[in-house]
């Protein structure tokens, strides 16, 4: 037996016990007479104390040689400290030890394994494994383990069906590029790994199996950034005979069972808005709404007084600070530059301040009289002490660019607090969207989206005005799960494929096995898949997912702690039939 006890367990009450204990040395203190050592495995810290008085000299130069990340076996007396730390749950005793066995010694570590390290996090993640050893990263893998547990219990007690689908498939287009794995035993033909499980389980619908689930990695070769992974985990989950209603009832009651659980926090709420809607008071699909800062449009308010920036602009739109009219002007042409940068890409902002005394002032005064910024108050929502922003241009893209500003001083004047939640569904989103490189229309979700039954005989006329039977659930102001009620009939797919620009031989040999499926009595069935890693990340109060994933891949999409993509030898290649030519 390795040991009796964990790092974390012992207290004041074990006084007096014989125990054994191991764990790895996070630091020592000689002072020549007495050696402490503060010993912690997972579940904390336990001091460990030889005194020359009561220890034998051989085991007092054994102690004084321990470094940093020694793996070490002790047995000892639970004693009570005559200096007490209240910072530590085990603060109140500590170990006389008898007998020590070093079990593994170790090098001293690149950076030290504390809270606060010195280490960078390039160096950590070329080091995972001794990082994962820190509170911060370690506290994190155990909350997704207690989420994951809390979303098999919640599943399983409404009666749907953990089953796993196959990681090895066929390459369909969903959006993203796949990645591929060549066959050995099929010459020149390959596998792709999932982007999502999509076709698989409308087949589990077919077969019957009428509630499914499955906490699945799902690939995407795609670009990345800080809260992207092309390995990530989504909750996927299919219903047989139901309606959009019924899958937003019971993934409310999901969402509000995850975040009391693991949370402790209520939520009641679970407003819903348009795609629309969405974008027209907040620039994006998936508002924060925490706080308000809605856009006002001020075309009419705006527009026709000889101010040419915004006489010749699609769409004239602001939003209203709260507080902000305090800003020195030196902070509000910070606010203009960071608009200017090439991420967000605008060419200005106007400004107007609604002082206190009721008056305002702006930067275009000279177009402008009181009562014309009277009214972007009103239209913005603006209260005395608030600031006007108003950006100008193309209207998609101008949206996009008040809606980044909004989150940027929403982060800056915190108002979107880690300890609150609010969900939000968005619905009716466009069925098509046109992409502008291939000169046609894209599903904006993916091929098996149901249009709304009252929009189908717009398909041929004005495509882009269909609705589709999709929703998306936003968490603070991120995607946390999007979904969609299914086509599940062979002639509605296959007008929908030939709407998506598929012949039907390409069809055919795309998901001629879906296709084949419908014949022989696909239910109506609808579903929903969560971005786990995102999920795990907002209920543990932050936003980058990275964190949250044992051993992630960095930005350019490398494990550079094995090393990972690499090259194959030749004899591999020859073996798969294949040649590389870099280009």
């Known amino acids: ?146 989420v994951a547990m809390e979303v098999r219990k919640f599943l399983a007690e409404k009666g749907f069906i953990e089953v796993e689908t196959p990681v090895l498939i066929k390459s369909t287009p969903e959006g993203a590029r796949d990645f591929v794995v060549p066959s050995r035993m099929n010459e020149g033909q390959f596998y792709a790994l999932p982007q999502s499980p999509q076709t698989f389980k409308q087949l589990l619908m077919v077969g019957g199996m009428d509630k499914y689930f499955q906490i699945v990695k799902c690939f995407r070769d795609e670009d990345l950034r800080a809260d992207r992974q092309p390995e990530f985990t989504q909750i996927d989950c299919e219903m047989a005979f139901v309606e959009q209603e019924d899958i937003l009832n019971t993934f409310e009651d999901f969402t509000r069972h995850l975040i009391k659980a693991v949370k402790g926090v209520d939520v009641t709420e679970f407003p819903r808005m348009t795609y629309d809607e969405a974008m027209k008071k907040y620039g994006n699909d998936k508002p924060d709404i925490r706080f308000g800062m809605e856009f006002g449009e001020l075309n009419d308010l705006a527009k026709n007084k000889g101010f040419n920036v915004f006489d010749q602009q699609e769409l004239v739109v602001g939003i209203a600070v709260p507080g902000a009219a305090s800003y020195t002007r030196k902070e509000i042409d910070k606010l203009i530059e960071w608009v200017k940068r090439p991420q967000i890409g605008a060419t200005g902002l106007v400004w107007a301040k609604y002082n206190d005394d009721g008056t305002l002032k702006s930067s275009v005064d000279k177009f402008y009289s009181e009562e014309d910024l009277k009214a972007w108050a009103e239209r913005t929502g603006a209260k005395a002490g608030d600031l006007i922003l108003v950006m100008a241009g193309d209207a998609h893209k101008t949206r996009t660019q008040l809606s980044a500003l909004r989150m940027h001083l929403g982060n800056a004047l915190g108002l979107r607090k880690a300890d609150e939640f609010a969900p939000l569904w968005v619905v009716d989103f466009p069925l098509l969207e046109w992409d502008e490189e291939t000169n046609r229309y894209h599903a904006m979700h993916h091929p098996f989206t149901s249009p709304k039954p009252e929009d189908i005989k717009l398909l041929d006329t004005e495509p882009g005005k269909v609705r589709a039977n999709a929703y998306d659930l936003v968490l603070n102001g991120n995607e946390i799960g999007g979904g969609s009620i299914r086509i599940h009939d062979k002639k509605t797919q296959a007008m929908m494929f030939d709407h998506l620009g598929f012949t039907p031989e390409e069809a055919k040999a795309q998901f001629g096995f879906l296709m084949d499926a419908f014949q022989y009595g696909a239910p109506p069935h609808g579903g929903i898949a969560f971005g786990f890693d995102r999920l795990v990340a907002i209920l543990g109060g932050q936003e980058t997912i990275r964190d949250y994933i044992a051993f992630p891949k960095n930005n350019s999409g490398r494990d550079v702690m094995i090393d990972a993509p690499a090259n194959i030898s030749e004899d591999q290649l020859k073996e798969l039939n294949l040649r590389v030519t870099l280009q």
């Not at 996070?26 to 912690?40: A, S």
Request: glycine residues 6%; contains cysteine; proline residues 3%.
């Open 1 to 146: 037996m390795y040991r009796s006890h964990t790092c974390g367990e012992l207290r004041l009450e074990d006084k007096g016990k014989q125990v054994k204990l191991s764990g790895w040395v996070q630091k020592t203190r000689d002072k020549g007479f007495m050696v402490w050592v503060d010993l912690r495995d997972r579940y904390g810290i336990t001091q460990l104390i030889f005194d020359e008085e009561r220890t034998s000299k051989e085991m007092m130069e054994k102690a004084s040689q321990l470094g940093r990340e020694f793996v070490i076996q002790v047995s000892g007396e639970v004693i009570e400290r005559e200096s007490k730390n209240p910072n530590m749950p085990t603060g109140d005793v500590e170990i006389l030890v008898s007998e020590l066995k070093v079990l593994n010694s170790a090098q001293l570590p690149p950076f030290t394994i504390e809270d606060e390290t010195d280490g960078g996090e390039d160096l950590r993640m070329k080091y995972r494994y001794l990082d994962i050893r820190r509170n911060p990263v370690k506290n994190k893998l155990i909350f997704r383990s207690k």
